[in-house]
Structure formats: structure tokens, C-alpha cells
């Protein structure tokens, strides 16, 4: 018989908690809501413990669109829009939202963890600041809230990254039964530049982050700095076990994908507008995908490529650099700046080299999946350089999508350098001239060696998938 009480869903017994959940909203003229579910790691990795757990996954509401699906559906959007996962949607107060996203969580903790302050003028940790750290405690604490309340007895609650460094701790109070592990997708700071952030704030991260039973990082060298930042600032980490987990490629649904009547569609246009050689053969392809992050180091890369032409004509007018900078945090004005220099840098590259049948820098910045993977088939070179990333998947995408093998010009600044270094090409991403010759050795590259180096870097690139790496830090946290 069916009690009253089965009707009330049963604490979870897995929870996810990140900033931007698997599902957003926007909202039409006429008021009718469509949801846009999101890809990734995490929501791959969700689907590997299967329909019958009971899972929630808990994120904010980032914009109108989902604010007013939170009022429509009290803040648990219908399982048809999540892929049947449920979703708890948190409508935290927008101002609060914007100080704890933008200022601080986007602000600050990524430019600490990624190194990026232009340190004679910036940070400034005033009143500002200040105003804005209480909102990312408040924000904080509203997810805290939010998964004390759903979790189940002793229920295993997976938190992701900077935005909500201090859920563990305060979850561990509110609800000492749960076990909590905390993971980072980004690099960690070495403690000189973690100690940049006032002794109080780098305290209360960190100690935030200790309250989790197990932290997770993507590298050895993050897990590392956390460590040596515990010691500096607090003189250990109370025990508290980090492990790593090199999120990989997702081999099966990439390769499924990028065989698709779009992708298709997407190749043959590219394919036009890169054209072909004096010889008439098709131009080799320099190809890039990032989201327009200022830690992706796009401008030294068009640089790079700009040297190749210069110190090399040979290779003028057959090859073409595919670049795709999806936009990201266009609410900062330091991105959009950053933006626009790509888009400026392109144009004069395209200017000063250019001819009638020849366009060297072939710019596209409006996000576009299928034609993504269309660029990652029709690779020769795979250019990923950033000035710091927690690991780059698209340094592991690019050689297992790719039709004929590529060559990976990878910085050793990339977490995925740690597992692809080896079959890679290293570049310093600040040396230009450095990322020049690469660029020069990778197109020289033989198809022989190109082949075995693209065997090395898929198999590397694949060997955690996103449900191994999610289940792993399960077991982990529950075993
Ligand atoms: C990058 C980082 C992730 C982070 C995400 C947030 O992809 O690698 O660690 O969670 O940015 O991006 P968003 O667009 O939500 O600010």
C-alpha cells in the first residue's frame, strides 16, 4: 500500500552542487520558457550512476529566463528538460548573485588562481571588496542550506569548484552525517599568489574547503599548490585527503557526434572558406577552439602565427589559422576588451597577409558545437596555448576527433600537459617566437610520425572518461 509519505521524495542520496546547472532558461516575448540543456564533463559523468539513484543536482538561477522558471516550477525545473535528472534551481537574490559571480568568483579567485593581476595597479581588496565577499558568503551559504535540506542520511554531496569554496564547511556544520568531497576545475595557486588575497578571506577558503571529507583537483601540480597553501596559511591541512582525477575525453560520444549530417554541413563550409593552394591541394589547418577566457592566451597565439608568416613565406598562402573564441563572462568589461583585441588582431593579420584567394585568420565567435567539431575533424595542427588552465579538454578532443591525425602544440601552463607532454609539442605560451617554431615544426611534421604521436595523444587523452572520473571520486568519498 502506498503511504502518504511516499508521495515526498526521499532525501537524496547523491547531490551535485556547481554555480551553472545542467539546464538554463531563456525566456520568449510571449513568456513561454525554453530550456537549453548544457554538455560537459559533470553532466556526462552524472549519467554513469544510472536512473534508479536518487540524485539531485543544486545550482543557481543565472538569469531571467531561469528566475522565472524557479517561480513557475518552485525551483525544481521538470525532469523533460534535465535529461530526467532532478535539479534544484536556487533563486538567490540577483545583486547577490552578480557580487559573488562577477566580483569575487570571476573577479578574483579566477585571476588568483590563474595568475592574472597586472600586479602594479591590481587587486585592490578595499570596501568594495568587502561588500562583495559578504555576498559570496551569502551565496555560499544559500547552497549550503539548500543541500542540507535535501540530502539523506549520510548521503555523498559532490561540490564543484571556486564559486562555492565554502559550501563544505558550512555544510559540514549544518549536517555532520554527509559525506563531502569539494573538486577544482581550475588550477590552484602557488602561496605567494594565493597570499595576495587579505590573511582572513585566504583563511576562511581554505578552511572552507577543509571542512570536505575529500578534496579533488585535475593535477598533480594544483593538488600540490592547495597543499602548500594549507601549509603556508594554516600550517597544514588537518588531514584532509586530496586526490586527482584527470578528467578525460569523451571518446564514444565524440566520435558519434562529429559524424553527423551537421558537422557535415559545418566541414564543407569550412573547408570552402580555407580553400586550396597554389599546388591546389587543401591548406593545412592551424586549428583553435576556446571559450574567450583571458587565460587562453589567443592574442600570442595570432601573434605566433603572425611570426610564422612573417620569418617563413614559404608557408604563405597554404595554410589558414582556424581560430573559434566563443564569448564567456561578457558581463566584465575586461573580457570584452580582451574580445575585441582578438577580433582587431585577426583583422590586421588578415590585412597585411591576405590576398584575393587567401585568408589567413579565419575568426569565428559566435558558439557553435557541430562547426567546433568540424574544425577538430579537419585539423592538421592543434594549437593550445594557454597562460594557465586547470586542463583543457580540447587539447584531448582534437586528437581523437581528428580525420587524419594532428599535431598538438600544447603549453606546459595546460593541466593536460601533465598526461600529453609527451606526444605533444611544449611551447612556453609567453614565448612567441618559441610558439612560432612550433607551429613551423608541427605543419613540417611527417604523416608517420603525426600518426603514431596522434595514437599516443588519443589514448593518453582518453583514459579517465567522464563516468570513470565521476564514479571515482564517488568510490572515494563513499568506499
Ligand atoms: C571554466 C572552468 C570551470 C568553470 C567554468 C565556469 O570552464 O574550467 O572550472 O566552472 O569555467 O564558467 P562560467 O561560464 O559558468 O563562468
Given amino acids: 500500500m502506498v503511504s502518504e509519505r511516499s508521495a515526498v521524495p526521499a532525501g537524496a542520496e547523491v547531490l551535485v552542487a556547481s554555480n551553472r546547472g545542467p539546464v538554463s532558461y531563456s525566456l520568449g516575448e510571449d513568456g513561454t520558457l525554453t530550456a537549453k540543456r548544457g554538455g560537459g564533463g559533470l553532466v556526462s559523468g552524472l549519467s554513469a550512476i544510472g536512473p534508479d539513484t536518487n540524485a539531485v543536482w543544486v545550482c543557481a538561477a543565472l538569469g531571467d529566463g531561469d528566475r522565472e522558471a524557479v517561480r513557475r516550477t518552485g525551483g525544481a525545473p521538470a525532469p523533460g528538460d534535465t535529461g530526467g535528472r532532478r535539479v534544484r534551481m536556487l533563486d538567490i537574490p540577483a545583486e547577490v548573485h552578480a557580487q559573488a559571480y562577477n566580483g569575487i568568483a570571476n573577479s578574483v579567485l579566477w585571476f588568483v588562481h590563474h595568475m592574472l593581476y597586472q600586479t602594479p595597479l591590481e587587486p585592490v581588496f578595499g570596501a568594495e571588496f568587502r561588500a562583495q565577499w559578504a555576498s559570496y558568503e551569502a551565496y555560499n551559504r544559500a547552497f549550503a542550506r539548500a543541500l542540507a535540506d535535501e540530502a539523506a542520511e549520510g548521503a555523498a554531496v559532490l561540490v564543484q569548484d571556486y564559486h562555492l569554496a565554502l559550501v563544505p564547511g558550512m555544510l559540514r556544520t549544518l549536517r555532520p552525517d554527509v559525506r563531502i568531497a569539494h573538486f577544482s576545475h581550475t588550477p590552484w595557486a602557488p602561496p605567494e599568489y594565493f597570499r595576495m588575497l587579505p590573511d582572513d578571506v585566504a583563511e576562511q577558503l581554505l578552511r572552507g574547503m577543509l571542512g570536505a571529507d575529500r578534496l579533488g583537483f585535475l593535477t598533480h601540480r594544483w593538488a600540490d599548490a592547495f597543499t602548500a597553501c594549507c601549509a603556508a596559511v594554516l600550517g597544514g591541512t588537518g588531514g584532509t585527503g586530496t586526490g586527482v582525477y584527470g578528467l578525460g575525453a569523451d571518446a564514444g560520444f565524440l566520435r558519434e557526434r562529429s559524424h553527423r549530417a551537421d558537422v557535415a554541413d559545418r566541414l564543407a563550409a569550412l573547408r570552402e572558406q580555407i580553400g586550396t593552394g597554389p599546388d591546389g591541394s587543401p591548406r593545412r589547418t592551424i586549428v583553435r577552439v576556446d571559450r574567450t577566457e583571458l587565460s587562453k592566451n589567443i592574442v600570442r597565439g595570432l601573434l605566433a602565427y603572425r611570426q610564422l608568416l612573417a620569418d617563413r613565406p614559404s608557408w604563405r598562402e597554404r595554410v589558414v589559422h582556424v581560430a573559434f573564441a566563443y564569448p564567456s563572462r561578457q558581463d566584465l568589461a ?131 572518461p567522464p563516468d570513470r572520473w565521476f564514479l571515482a571520486q564517488l568510490r572515494a568519498l563513499t568506499g
Fill in 334 to 464: 575586461v573580457y570584452r576588451d580582451y574580445t575585441a583585441a582578438v577580433g582587431r588582431l585577426a583583422d590586421e593579420i588578415n590585412a597585411e597577409y591576405g590576398t584575393a584567394g587567401w585568408t589567413p585568420v579565419v575568426l569565428h565567435v559566435k558558439d557553435d558545437f557541430a562547426r567546433s567539431l568540424a574544425a577538430y575533424r579537419l585539423a592538421d595542427v592543434a594549437l593550445v596555448n594557454p597562460i594557465r588552465d586547470g586542463m583543457n579538454l580540447v587539447a584531448k578532443e582534437i586528437p581523437v576527433v581528428s580525420d587524419h591525425g594532428c599535431a598538438l602544440v600544447l603549453s606546459r601552463e595546460a593541466g593536460a600537459h601533465e598526461e600529453l607532454g609527451a606526444a605533444a609539442i611544449t611551447v612556453n605560451p609567453y614565448d612567441v617566437s618559441g610558439t612560432a617554431e612550433a607551429l613551423h615544426e608541427a605543419l613540417s611534421m611527417d604523416a608517420a610520425e603525426r600518426a603514431e604521436r596522434t595514437e599516443r595523444l588519443a589514448a593518453a587523452a582518453t583514459a579517465l
